[in-house]
């Protein structure tokens, strides 16, 4: 039997080549207890947020050409960018559903942090654009339509609030933590626009629109970056951010009759679901369904890993060679 928490059993060929891609999967008793194929609650609210963003973007990027204001184009502009991101969200958390396969035995779960970093990526080039616009109008103010822009934030307004509202309720996920990053954008820029318009309806003060535009970016930073560093450290697969690598191997090194261990890795196979592999050096091969069982229940406990790989390697505790210590 293939189990992920023991020492491995020597097959003959003839039995592996019979073993099926179903069988090779299946967790059995002492095994890890997650799913390969990660269960999302977020995808139809997901694809209303997607829906709701995409028609309202097409009537502001109307509208933002209309008023000429580049606070409203750079709203409109972050919906265009939300409804792009909100449907790579939806076909990662699709394709993230896919059970295991011959060809990828983890499953498709880093599909999540591929989409939350490609949507990174494209915020970052959006506030760039728009960064760049709006000093050149600051330079060179135009003149915009304020009545048209607020009307048309103030609905953009309500628009974002309840695509927000629906997110944050189902934001369990980096995916949909980066799609709400994107909505939260889209939110700032309405009220930035919806300013800007009352301003220039009342003042004329045209440089306000090109000012605000700035804040949103200024604003819209700090997120951007957080999601383009949780979804690169998962890609890189590193060591997931609530467990100290360290602490660990202190804690596997305590466990009675374990002498050394060497070749340590811990990473996230899906995001909440972390894996350890390596090589545990011991005394007699016998003591090893305890020395496992032990080991077991500390990682779970003390560090919340269950999915846990470990070679024994028989080193008598006189004759530990130097290189046996933990590796780092």
Known sequence: MLNHSHSHDHKSPKSVSKASSAGLHAHKAG???HSHAKEVSSQKVLMIALIITLGFAAVEVFAGFFANSLALISDAGHMVTDAAGLLLAVVAQVISKRPPSAKNSFGFGRAEALAAFVNGLAMVLLVIWISVEAISRFISPHLVAGETVTLVALLGLLV??????MLSRNNNSMNTRAALVH???????????LIAGIVIQYTGWMQID????LVVCLLLI?????????????LMKGVPKHIDFLKVGD????????NAIHDLHIWEMTPGYPALIGHIEIDHITEWP??????REMLLSEHGIDH???????HPADQVPEHSALAL
């Open 183 to 193: 909505v939260m954008g889209d939110l700032l820029g309405s009220v930035a626009a």
């Open 308 to 314: 846990v790989t470990l070679q024994p390697e028989v």
């Open 31 to 33: 095994d890890a207890k």
């Open 160 to 165: 974002n609030i309840f695509v927000a509202w």
């Open 222 to 234: 700090k997120s951007t970056v957080s999601i383009l560093a949780e979804s690169y450290h998962f």
């Open 251 to 258: 804690d596997l090194v305590k466990i009675n009759g374990v």
């Open 290 to 295: 305890k020395i496992m069982d032990d080991i």
């Open 210 to 213: 090109p000012i605000l535009s």
